[in-house]
């Protein structure tokens, strides 16, 4: 069944003046197709200098999170028929824009690196792969799927006040390299995020949750990281 | 910049806001305590808290301070463990009882009045 939709899309033309300004498209669309068809549609038959990054288009790569009518979702993962005629588009909130949904994500990475985001083991290695049995994987299958849009960050109450929090998609990474048992750096990993930037800064606000594309229960993760940075000793002071 | 609310965000900001509020409340309400130095500025203060104005905001801090704690009990049970999984039925099930316990203390507030 086809249908016509309006997308109403935030521009960003830093050459421009005024750079920025709200344009609306009126497009045909079937009930299967994606918010991510719509924006291509218009880019091919409407206005070629729409810019928006997408890459595999099947929720697998993270780089077409943007904010749909109100909340951060994958383009390529929102179908039009769940959302009402008029669709809003804007790029990813508190990020600096480069040009129209494209956003800078030097700071979302910054944080990501912040936390070691690799297996330290300095044991010699085994002959073949460090083990890891079924159970342990099972730890931290879930934190694993996360494929780093940024949705989770940048839908934060606490990182749009402040952009030194580490934000959920990092803390999320700290988790799963935290709960791996062929991980050996516990100690220097927790140190790292039980500063003042760290998951002390999570209130539990579960806008994280709401939004991520792969359905991560990310403030869950948070709360069993406060619980071991407790039990650890790890509690923001002086140790 | 709008962003749509969730329960999770709307709990937060309510727990925030009332705490801030309750924060200056305290304030005022040690303030003007310790200033009182003998029994008639005690009787003259306690003959004004009659007023059914100054009732009705008895009931607003009333309703300001069930919020806060049921919010607080809320977070301490999620930090506790119980499963992030009943967020929301939490809340919901905190703005229940926090419904049914102010109006079981409106009807005692407004007897002292009627």
């Known amino acids: 069944m086809e249908k016509y939709y309006t997308f109403r899309i935030k521009r960003y033309l830093p050459e421009e003046n005024p750079s920025e300004r709200w344009d609306e498209f009126r497009i045909k669309l079937n009930s299967m197709e994606r918010v991510l068809d719509g924006l291509v549609k218009i880019k091919e038959t409407k206005d070629g200098t729409l810019t928006f990054r997408k890459s595999c288009a099947h929720g697998v790569c993270g780089s077409c999170a943007m904010k749909i009518n109100g909340k951060n979702r994958l383009a390529c993962q929102t179908l039009v028929k769940d959302l009402p005629e008029l669709i809003e588009i804007e790029p990813l909130p508190s990020l600096p824009v480069i040009k129209d949904l494209v956003v800078d994500m030097t700071i979302f990475y910054e944080k990501n690196d912040k936390v070691l985001p690799y297996l330290i083991n300095e044991e010699p290695p085994p002959e073949r792969e460090r083990i890891q049995s079924p159970e342990d994987q099972h730890k931290i299958l879930e934190s694993i799927t996360c494929i780093m849009c940024g949705s989770c960050t940048t839908s934060c109450p606490v990182f749009w006040a402040s952009k030194n929090y580490l934000g959920p998609s990092a803390l999320l990474k700290a988790f799963r390299f935290i709960f791996d048992t062929r991980d050996r750096a516990t100690d220097e990993r927790l140190a790292r995020i039980t500063g003042e930037n760290g998951i002390w800064r999570c209130h539990s606000i579960f806008n994280c949750v709401e939004v991520c594309p792969k359905e991560i229960d990310i403030t869950k993760h948070i709360l069993k990281l406060k619980r071991l940075a407790v039990k650890k000793g790890f509690t923001g002071g002086e140790k | ?114």
């Open chain 2, 1 to 114: 910049m709008r962003y749509r609310w969730n329960t999770g965000s709307i709990a937060w900001l309510v727990h925030r806001i009332t705490g801030i509020i309750l924060t200056f409340y305290l304030i005022a309400h040690i303030y003007v305590l310790s200033h009182l130095k003998d029994p008639e500025a005690y009787e003259k203060l306690m003959s004004m808290m009659k007023n059914p104005i100054i009732k009705f905001g008895e009931l607003i801090l009333f309703a300001l301070v069930l919020k806060h704690v049921f919010a607080g009990i809320r977070i301490t049970l999620l930090e506790m463990g119980v499963s992030t999984k009943y967020q929301k039925q939490l809340a919901y099930a905190g703005a229940l009882i926090i419904a049914v316990l102010w109006f079981i203390g409106a009807f005692y507030f407004l007897q002292e009045v009627f």
